[in-house]
């Protein structure tokens, strides 16, 4: 690893997987070749599980031949490669088991807030995807907030989330403007109010690349390198870390 690469995305589709993300393996690690020399030292990838894309027996395998193939791949250039997952708010994931859907090495799940495209009447249902993670022993990280409508009405909903004890993770994008004013906003207020843990990119191909570098700047332009820099380098994942190898000790 280069001293420059210092950041941990938490979140991406370069992992093809058969959703929106990357197509291929070679795909997915031109960009993350990329990502490296853009300051990317740990990069998650995180196939969606949907009721479109669900998490079959076989697809489970294909994903994570693809994933050992560019773990080995991206050793070469200094990027650690991890597999986890980024789950949906939807009554089919009450019948997985959260264990098996971690963030790699990680005790906890990667849990988007619903989208508009979704039209969410509430967050209900996301509320008991959340529960259903913490059962197991786990901690939801919750995706891109800042794009979820009814957190954009209600901001508010964002201090009961995080007191919960759960992390939020806003989109390095939202901050650049390329999601639209809304998210824009909301993100800037998320990480404003001191309620960011993760910054991530949730790339996804070469039109939305896996890159921090400018969305770190504008971070670090607007609180601060030594406020800046715990966003992006994975500090809020240590104690997860942590309980992963508690939990491991313990099934033995």
Not at 120 to 125: G, I, Q, T, V
Request: net charge negative; charged share 25%; proline share 8%.
């Amino acid at each position: 690893m280069s001293p420059a690469q210092r950041f941990v995305d938490i979140h991406s589709h370069m992992i093809p997987s058969g959703d929106d993300g990357v197509r291929s393996v070679e795909e997915g690690l031109e960009l993350l070749r990329e990502a490296a020399t853009r300051g990317t030292a740990v990069q998650y990838g995180t196939p969606h599980v949907t009721d479109g894309t669900p998490l079959t027996a076989s697809r489970r395998r294909r994903v994570e031949s693809a994933w050992r193939e560019m773990a080995g791949g991206a050793a070469r250039f200094g990027l650690r490669v991890e597999l986890g997952w980024e789950l949906s708010p939807l009554r089919s994931l009450l019948d997985l088991d959260p264990v098996t859907l971690t963030l790699g090495p990680l005790a906890a799940c990667l849990l988007e807030l619903p989208l508009p495209h979704t039209r969410p009447r509430s967050l209900a249902l996301f509320e008991e995807c959340a529960r259903h993670i913490e059962a197991a022993g786990l901690t939801p990280i919750l995706a891109h907030p800042e794009r979820c409508d009814i957190l954009q009405q209600r901001p508010e909903l964002l201090h009961e989330l995080r007191e919960s004890g759960r992390l939020l993770q806003v989109n390095g994008d939202s901050l650049l403007g390329r999601n639209g004013p809304a998210p824009h906003d909301v993100g800037w207020h998320i990480i404003d109010e001191g309620l960011c843990d993760l910054v991530g990119s949730d790339g996804h191909r070469g039109t939305r690349p896996p890159y921090l570098d400018k969305a770190f700047a504008a971070v670090e332009g607007r609180i601060g390198a030594d406020a800046a820099e715990p966003l992006f380098d994975g500090s809020a994942l240590h104690p997860l870390e942590r309980d992963a190898e508690r939990r491991s000790a313990a099934g033995r």
